[in-house]
C-alpha cells in the first residue's frame, strides 16, 4: 500500500499484560513517530526516530514504554504491564525528510482498551 | 512546546467558505505554521503550511498576519467531507515533533 500502515487496528488487553504495536511506515521514509491521542483530545507526542537512531523519547509516559525502529523501516511500540490509563489510540506518522518544514503522513492507527 | 490558540468549534454550510482562526503568539520568526485535520476514526491528515506569505493548494488557502501571531485556514467551498477536527500547530525551528492543541471541531450542515 502507498500509506502508513498500523497493526492491528483494535487491540484489547487486560490489565498488566504486555503489548505490541506495529507500524509499516512509507518506504523509504527517513523520519517516524509515534503520538497517543486519548478520547477527544489532539494527539500527543510520544518518541522519534531518524532511520533507526532514537532522537528523542521525551514524550513517553513511563518506562513501561518502549519503542525500536531496528531496520530504520518498521516499528514497534511496545508497553509492558498495561493500565487502564494506557487506553487510547496510537498513532504512527512518518516523513521523508530530516528537515521540519515537510509534511508527516499518518496512519489510522491503533484503537487500545485495557480493561 | 509551541502553544497556539483556536476556537473549540465552528459550524458552516455546505458550499460556502469557512475561516478558521488560529493565534500564535509566541511564534518566532523561522518557526513555520502548520495545519493539519482529523476526519472521524482517522489518522491527522495534512493540510498546509506556511511561514509568511500566504500560501494556497488544492486543499485551502493560509493566510498569515503581517505580524505573524495568528493565521487563519480557509476553505474556499466547505463539502461534508470536510467535516473534521482541525489542528493549528506551528513548529519550532529545528524541531522534527508536531504539537497538537485541541483543535477546531468543524460541522457543515447540508
Known amino acids: 500500500g502507498a500509506g502508513v500502515s498500523q497493526s492491528p487496528r483494535y487491540k484489547v488487553a487486560k490489565r498488566g499484560q504486555d503489548v505490541a504495536l506495529r507500524c509499516d511506515p512509507i518506504s523509504g521514509h527517513v523520519s517516524l513517530f509515534w503520538y497517543q491521542q486519548a478520547l477527544g483530545q489532539g494527539p500527543e507526542f510520544l518518541t522519534y526516530f531518524q532511520n533507526e537512531a532514537q532522537l528523542d523519547k521525551s514524550g513517553l509516559p513511563s518506562d513501561r514504554f518502549f519503542a525500536e525502529r531496528p531496520e530504520g523501516s518498521v516499528s514497534t511500540l511496545k508497553i509492558q504491564r498495561t493500565q487502564q490509563e494506557d487506553s487510547a489510540v496510537y498513532l504512527c506518522?512518518?516523513?521523508?525528510?530530516?528537515?521540519?518544514?515537510?509534511?508527516?503522513?499518518f496512519g489510522q492507527g491503533t484503537r487500545l482498551t485495557v480493561v | 512546546d509551541a502553544k497556539t490558540t483556536q476556537p473549540n468549534s465552528m459550524e458552516s454550510n455546505e458550499e460556502e467558505p469557512v475561516h478558521l482562526p488560529c493565534n500564535h503568539s509566541t511564534i518566532s520568526g523561522t518557526d513555520y505554521i502548520h495545519w493539519y485535520r482529523q476526519l472521524p476514526s482517522q489518522g491527522p491528515e495534512y493540510v498546509i503550511h506556511g511561514l509568511t506569505s500566504n500560501v494556497n493548494n488544492r486543499m485551502a488557502s493560509l493566510a498569515i498576519a503581517e505580524d505573524r501571531k495568528s493565521s487563519t485556514l480557509i476553505l474556499h467551498r466547505a463539502t461534508l467531507r470536510d467535516a473534521a477536527v482541525y489542528y493549528c500547530i506551528y513548529k519550532i525551528q529545528g524541531a522534527q515533533k508536531l504539537v497538537f492543541g485541541q483543535g477546531t471541531r468543524l460541522t457543515i450542515n447540508p
Open positions: 506518522a512518518s516523513s521523508p525528510w530530516r528537515v521540519s518544514n515537510t509534511e508527516a503522513f
